[in-house]
């Protein structure tokens, strides 16, 4: 994974939600923290959560539920500087519609929440968002504080009680917030923890969920009880969170990673996420330190005629969306240069996923997208400031003449942007 410099359709109209004072600083305020303690009680009587099953969600819906206009959403992230508002992606002269960027560690243990008081880093880069007209979004990677593919971590309670604390208190930090964001959870586990279950079975992976928040006890101490504490959480603290669990390629054949993760329960979220590659295909090509792999070529082929290629993906990418009944959203594309030259030089790799997407958009809005977010996924990767504008040019162009939604199908809208 990266080096770190570093629906809701419902809302549960059985939640008592009480606010108990808790003193956080957020940009110089002192606000209080909301704190959920209904039992989560649902008709039957047992101390469940509700089951998630909603219709499926279209990704022009889901541009309606973050107050974005109906076009392909476009993102970037991974760029904090010490003044937020001086963040890359606000130096770009073009508004776009997501900022992400990652809630790393534990609390106690130089995490997230330990970075400002009372985990107040959300709000922070939240509120900065929100004053750029753009929709925060995090991506969460707290289970590979430990290690990345260590699931022991799963039934250790000293582990797991600080994760749900801090699931807890991101959701309660958005709540203050009270406007739409996105939660990105935990790329790769899912992945790992795929390979490490007994016949492709979530559940046969122990997780310990039920004693550590009231909301979530009677759930199923194991991985499948673990996404529906996340989901029940979100949906009853911080009911404008849109979700969005992780799918990566290499877990196990298509079907079986499909079959895996609507076991897990993830189609109960609002979107997936997937990527095409987390850094500058010409890094891997040069074997630098960051970019140590050997499953290439990484340079897809733009014509999509010989393998690997773009084509490929999206079918891959369109077969899940069908499967789940969700739009997807790629996450930490590079911004690498296309070149005839394999490689390149540190902040100067070639790639060419910027110039395809925005070449091509109709085919990732055919093939179940909802938006793309663009990132380096590592140190020494081709930049905003080292593309030589490409990324630059290319959103103001897209905002120009971007893709927007009918009643019909997605559609170029010409009647300018945001009209």
Not at 127 to 140: C, I, K, L, Q, Y
Not at 312 to 317: A, G, R, T
Not at 319 to 331: I, N, V
Not at 382 to 405: C, H, L, P, W
């Amino acid at each position: 994974m990266a080096d770190i410099h570093r629906r809701t359709l419902f809302e549960l109209r059985h939640i008592l939600f009480v606010f108990a004072l808790l003193a956080s600083c957020v940009n110089g305020k002192v606000e209080s923290l909301p704190t959920n303690t209904g039992t989560g009680t649902n008709d039957a009587g047992t101390n469940t959560p509700p089951e998630y099953h909603p219709s499926p969600v279209s990704a022009p819906e889901l541009t309606q539920k973050l107050n974005r206009p109906a076009n392909f959403l476009i993102g970037m992230g991974n760029d904090l500087s010490n003044d937020h508002n001086q963040d890359g992606i606000y130096s770009l002269g073009v508004t776009l519609d997501l900022h992400y960027a990652y809630l790393v560690g534990l609390s106690g243990q130089g995490g997230w929440p330990d970075w400002n008081e009372g985990g107040s880093f959300v709000n922070i880069l939240a509120d900065s968002a929100d004053s750029h007209g753009v929709v925060p979004m995090f991506t969460t990677y707290s289970m590979a504080a430990w290690g990345e593919a260590n699931l022991s971590v799963l039934t250790n309670d000293e582990y797991m009680q600080a994760y749900w604390n801090d699931t807890r208190l991101l959701f309660e930090r958005l709540a203050i917030f009270d406007k739409p964001a996105v939660v990105h959870l935990e790329p790769d586990f899912w992945a790992y923890a795929q390979q490490q279950s007994s016949g492709n079975d979530p559940a046969s992976l122990d997780a310990h969920v039920s004693s550590f928040d009231p909301l979530c006890s009677g759930l199923s101490d194991n991985l499948v009880g673990m996404v529906q504490c996340i989901i029940h959480l979100a949906r009853s603290i911080a009911p404008k969170v849109v979700l969005g669990f992780h799918v990566s390629p290499w877990s196990g054949s298509t079907s079986d990673t499909i079959a895996f993760m609507k076991a897990l329960g993830i189609q109960n979220g609002d979107f997936f996420v997937v990527e095409t590659l987390d850094r500058d295909a010409g890094c891997f090509e040069a074997q630098a330190p960051e970019c140590q792999r050997n499953d290439g070529p990484w340079y897809w082929d733009e014509t999509n005629q010989s393998s690997p290629n773009f084509h490929e993906h999206l079918s891959w990418v369109s077969e899940l969306s069908t499967a789940f009944d969700l739009p997807a959203l790629w996450w930490q594309m590079p911004f690498g240069v296309p070149s005839d030259q394999e490689g390149g030089s540190p902040g100067q790799y070639r790639d060419n996923r910027v110039k395809y997407l925005f070449s091509h958009v109709q085919e990732f809005i055919d093939a179940g997208g909802v938006g793309a977010v663009f990132g380096t996924g590592a140190g020494n990767q081709t930049t905003i400031d080292t593309d030589g504008g490409q990324f630059k040019d290319a959103v103001s162009t897209y905002y120009e003449t971007q893709i927007r939604y009918s009643s019909v199908s997605w559609s170029k809208d010409e009647c300018g942007p945001y009209a």
